[in-house]
């Protein structure tokens, strides 16, 4: 670690990160005490004081991961891939379940969702693929490899089934690839086939609920009592809101418990009715400058393998934050994904907080100076 | 190399869309919708609760309760948006109350005001609201509202006047309860709670007002003298009937009332019913006798809604007619033969009875239909009907323009001239009562005037009305509608013959004061052979006050197809007794 490193540490990066995640854990805060809530009572809830616990080890565990030059993962591609693989198979042996699916592992008292490291895992592990010296996309047969990369831990998790986690391998996939030179005309092939297969997936391989769900976001009120509540109570959460919101603490929805998973993958709802429309939009700008800022970095970064990380890591907050905040304005189905930084669960937040080190790393490690 | 930073900068720009995309909706929802939005919360959030506002009371003059109101419970259930709860809820519910749960998911989709809780069981007992209440977490959309619910405890007395609440929407819609709504309703008490998703409570009400209960009448009535009365009317007539001498004596009427002032001091029909189970079939099959007739079974309040032929106690109105105008004068006496044909009409008196020349004394004592017809006939129908309605009998003004219940409930008398070609032999017919009909109502005050001199007072029922503290709204002091001015002469002359017509009475004989009074045998229209009841004994009616030198109670007896009027002495007597706290 020399003087250099500190030079080029995006502090502007890490300072938005902090940004979004104490905020998350206000809101996260005021969604889980009933009753009359202050920034006191903040400290009566379990879920507050463990989430802000999280958020301290999370960035710890950052700042660690930052000062690791990113370039040593390389030379654990295959063990970090295969591993990562063999747990998303043990849970689909011996995994708990939760709301119908198998998603979680649990390693004595912790549970662990292994779909969340093995994002991480597949970002590092296809950039290396993609950076390695001499590979191109120039013909059909160059795609075999990383297609065959991401699509086994994607069928996987999508068996579990958790087609929204599934989707974010492919995006993550999409991304790098587009960004490693991916021709046109192939994107375009690939994206006509992943429309048939998806029509196909929809009308063969889906679970009837998940069906349900997936369409339900177009029309709520035919099930206001079942299927169709999360997105209304979520609607009008965030309507009532208005243009300053609710104030923070005083949510009727969030305070009243109307709003389902209002911690969890409804918690952008909270903001919503929280904070306004002003109090969201700048939530989403803050958002979305982390994102841009992350592909700022990529276009900064000394080598591809750098360059794909930051792409992955972007690619995998964007798709997140459109498919969470597009679901909780009946946008975008219900899929069930978290808004990373700001939904409570440790394997998401820390997964998110570990990629962000990551990208830390590639602008620490990278040539030019940032400032 | 520049072909990837080129689509890296491309990546940002999507990620730009992705930020325009979202915000766009977002501004669409909170800003454009925002206002629906708040509304929709705050209907989650919000419930209406209504506190039954308990109906006020009715009192009768000596202070027994009437009508009085007790708390009924009714179970209810919120809108209940989870549907398993939802579920839960209704099976056990349905447990509790021992119905189908079909039945209440049938009331639940019927229920169109979501606010307020859909009403699923009213009337239920104590026992299960206990066992509800120990339950209710297991329910949490379930309410239990106190409904007020009308009882009148002393069931039979006064049933007809006092009427009828609707058991729904809790308005009177009959007698004194539709009459006076307006009073005895009192004012709901509402509040708004803030309720959170399982429909519990949270914090206090956000808005609330107590419910007012409504205001209490206070009725003339005695319910003492309205027990005595009844039960001397009932016993009268059961014996009849067993005695086998009259089939048809299942109904009558008793009015008394104060000659000074118009109050009704009791108001009595019979057969009277437990006014708990007005419309209640099984209650009249368990007690009402099986052979009572259906006409007798009707609940018609036989002093204000019904009308009859009265008779004889006609006979003052032609006599005072008779001496007010000069046709007669006191002294001039007729001669009586038992039977005559005056106006091309046969008249005879009762039982062809010869009783020579009377005079308008004697005629009254004796009841001399030849008499009467006579002075009948010097009068002319048109001074008979200016008589008729200076005694407030006319048709214009029902029951003497009693209101205290409304005048669509009530029946005017009825007027032979209508829609008739008028001979003389009518003239002739209603001087001694045939022909016309009359409220036992309007009989009542007609006796009055008689009794006072000819001030016509209000008949009236209520006397005041007080709030749920005890304070009086209104007082309502006696009201004289008009004022004739009979000659003390002429009405001495009358009173006399009433004296005497009730002192030749077996029931008033052994009295320590005289008393005033005149029988009617009010006879069927035999002609018409469609009458269904000309065959039957004529009604039986009685009209007086007592005591005769300083009259305090103004009776009106009748009794229906029981045959002659001083069968209803009897139960004139009864009453006396009772008023004047005699030892018989």
């Known amino acids: 670690m020399g003087k250099k490193l500190w030079k080029s540490y995006d502090y502007i990066l890490l300072l938005t990160i902090v940004a979004i995640s104490f905020l998350g854990v206000i809101i996260l805060g005021s969604s889980s005490v009933t009753g009359e809530t202050s920034f006191a009572t903040l400290f009566s809830s379990q879920t507050f004081i463990k989430q802000l616990l999280w958020v301290v080890i999370g960035l710890v565990g950052m700042a660690i991961f930052s000062l690791i030059d990113y370039s040593e993962w390389q030379r654990f591609k295959i063990p970090l891939y295969l591993f990562s693989l063999a747990l998303l198979i043990l849970v689909m042996v011996k995994g708990s379940s939760a709301w119908g699916a198998q998603r979680w592992l649990a390693i004595g008292k912790l549970k662990l969702q292994p779909s969340e490291p093995a994002k991480i895992a597949i970002i590092l592990t296809l950039s290396a693929t993609m950076a390695k010296e001499g590979r191109t996309l120039e013909k059909w047969k160059d795609l075999i490899v990383p297609l065959l990369h991401v699509g086994v831990p994607m069928i996987v998790i999508f068996r579990q089934p958790d087609l929204g986690t599934s989707l974010i391998f492919l995006a993550i996939a999409a991304s790098i690839l587009f960004v490693a030179g991916l021709r046109w005309i192939h994107l375009a092939v690939l994206s006509v086939a992943g429309a048939i297969g998806s029509v196909f997936a929809f009308l063969f391989l889906l679970k009837p609920y998940q069906k349900t769900r997936l369409i339900i976001f177009q029309d709520p009120w035919q099930d206001p009592y079942g299927y169709g509540w999360q997105i209304i109570q979520s609607k009008v959460a965030i309507g009532s809101g208005q243009f300053l919101g609710r104030g923070l603490f005083k949510g009727t929805q969030t305070q009243l418990d109307f709003l389902p998973a209002k911690n969890t993958d409804f918690i952008f709802s909270v903001i919503g009715e929280e904070l306004g429309f002003m109090g969201a939009s700048l939530f989403l700008l803050m958002y979305i400058f982390l994102i841009t800022r992350i592909l700022k970095i990529g276009l900064e970064a000394k080598d591809n393998f750098g360059r794909y990380i930051c792409v992955g890591v972007a690619a995998m907050l964007a798709f997140q934050l459109l498919v969470n905040v597009g679901m909780t304005i009946s946008i975008m189905p219900v899929t069930g994904l978290p808004l990373p930084l700001v939904s409570y669960g440790r394997s998401s937040f820390l997964t998110t907080m570990i990629s962000l080190g990551l990208v830390l790393s590639v602008a620490a490690h990278s040539d030019t100076s940032i400032f | ?584």
């Not at chain 2, 009427?163 to 309703?185: F, M, P």
């Not at chain 2, 009783?355 to 004394?361: E, I, K, L, S, W």
């Not at chain 2, 004697?362 to 009068?379: E, K, M, Q």
């Not at chain 2, 005694?391 to 029946?411: H, P």
Request: glycine share 6%.
């Open chain 2, 1 to 584: 190399m520049n072909s990837t930073l080129w689509r890296i900068r491309l990546l940002k720009i999507v990620c730009v869309l992705i930020l325009a995309v979202l915000i766009f909706n977002l501004f669409k929802i909170q800003i454009i919708e925002g206002e629906e939005w708040a509304n929709v919360a705050d209907n989650n959030r919000f419930r209406h609760l209504v506190e039954l506002a308990p109906r006020g009371r009715i009192y009768s003059a000596n202070g027994v309760e009437l009508a009085s109101s007790v708390p009924t419970y009714v179970v209810a259930l919120a809108d209940e948006q989870n549907k398993d709860r939802r579920e839960q809820t209704i099976i056990q519910l349905a447990g509790f109350l021992d119905i189908e749960p079909n039945a209440i998911e049938e009331k639940l989709s019927k229920h169109r005001r979501k606010f307020e809780p859909a009403i699923i069981a009213t009337d239920v007992d104590f026992e299960t609201v206990l066992q509800l209440e120990e339950n209710r977490h297991l329910m949490p959309s379930l309410v239990i509202q106190v409904d007020p619910q009308r009882y009148y405890p002393e069931k039979d007395l006064l049933a007809h006047p006092l009427g009828r609440v609707n058991k729904i929407d809790r308005r009177g819609v009959e007698g004194l309860e539709r009459s006076w709504d307006e009073y005895l309703q009192g004012i709901d008490g509402f509040s708004v709670v803030q309720v959170n998703v399982d429909n519990r409570q949270v914090g206090d009400p956000v808005n609330s007002t107590s419910a007012i209960p409504g205001d209490n009448l206070h009725l003339t009535i005695d319910t003492r003298l309205q027990q005595a009365a009844q039960e001397s009317l009932r016993r009268v007539l059961q014996r009849l009937r067993d005695e086998g001498k009259a089939n048809h004596a299942w109904a009558g009427a008793v009015l008394i009332m104060d000659p000074n002032t118009g109050k009704i001091l009791a108001q009595v029909t019979e057969p009277s019913f437990d006014n708990n189970h007005r419309y209640d079939k099984i209650w009249w099959a368990e007690n009402i006798p099986e052979e009572m007739p259906d006409w007798a079974k009707k609940l018609t309040d036989r002093t204000y809604q019904y009308r009859r032929t009265v008779g004889s106690t006609f006979k003052m109105v032609t006599g005072l007619a008779g001496l007010e105008t000069g046709v007669i004068t006191a002294r001039e006496k007729i001669y009586a033969g038992g039977r005559t044909r005056i106006n091309n009409q046969h008249v005879n008196d009762y039982g062809y009875a010869v009783h020579g020349n009377v005079d308008m004394r004697r005629a009254l004592a004796v009841s001399s239909n030849i008499y009467f017809a006579t002075v009948g006939s010097r009068l002319g129908s048109e001074k008979i009907y200016e008589y008729i309605e200076k005694f407030g009998m006319s048709r214009a003004q029902k029951n003497a323009g009693f209101d205290d219940i409304s005048l669509d409930e009530q029946v005017s008398s009825l007027d032979y001239r209508l829609g008739r070609t008028w001979v003389g032999g009518h003239t002739v017919q209603i001087s001694y009562g045939q022909l016309n009909e009359f409220t036992a109502m309007q009989m009542g005050n007609y006796v009055s005037m008689l009794a006072n001199g000819g001030t016509h007072y209000k008949p009236y029922l209520v006397e005041k009305v007080t709030d749920y503290q005890g304070e009086t709204v209104d007082f309502f002091e006696p009201q004289i509608l008009d004022q004739q001015d009979f000659s003390p002469e002429s009405l001495k002359v009358i009173r006399e013959g009433m004296q005497q017509s009730a002192a030749s009475s077996k029931f008033l004989k052994d009295l320590p004061f005289a008393v005033a009074g005149k029988t009617g045998s009010a006879e069927h229209d035999r002609s018409n052979r469609k009458n269904k009841d000309r065959w039957r004994d004529t009604h039986s009616w009685w009209v007086g006050y007592a005591p005769y030198d300083d009259p305090e109670i103004a009776i009106v007896v009748f009794m229906e197809y029981a045959g002659a009027g001083s069968r209803s002495i009897e139960v004139a007597r009864d009453i006396i007794d009772f008023y004047f706290d005699l030892e018989k």
